[in-house]
């Protein structure tokens, strides 16, 4: 059985064309989708470990800082400090003005 392609009308040709463009846009869109939902997973996950990694540090510094305070509120200190008086006279110290 032969095909005889000449016997195709010029609408039967367009037609054909169009499917054949319709269903390359299809195929990239779709293959625009696919790329996006995966950009997508890859940085949420990037973001999850960053997020993850920042907060453990925090929490590490956090952690740190508080045995540090604790620590230091046990310590007892063996001698009392000495108030120290202050040269002046007034509410201020002196302060040596040249121009006034």
Do not use: C
Request: hydrophobic letters at 55%; zero cysteines; charged letters at 10%.
């Amino acid at each position: 059985m032969n095909f005889d392609f000449s016997a195709l009308d010029t609408a039967t040709y367009v037609f054909i064309g169009t499917l054949v463009f319709a269903a390359i846009l299809v195929a990239f869109i779709a293959a625009a989708a696919l790329a996006t939902i995966i950009l997508i997973g890859a940085m949420g996950l990037v973001w999850y470990t960053a997020k993850g990694v920042l907060g453990g540090l925090v929490h590490g510094i956090n952690f740190a800082w508080d045995r540090l305070v604790h620590h230091a509120g046990q310590v007892e200190i063996p001698a009392e400090f000495q108030p120290q008086i202050s040269p002046s006279t007034g509410s201020y110290s002196r302060v040596a003005l040249r121009d006034s």
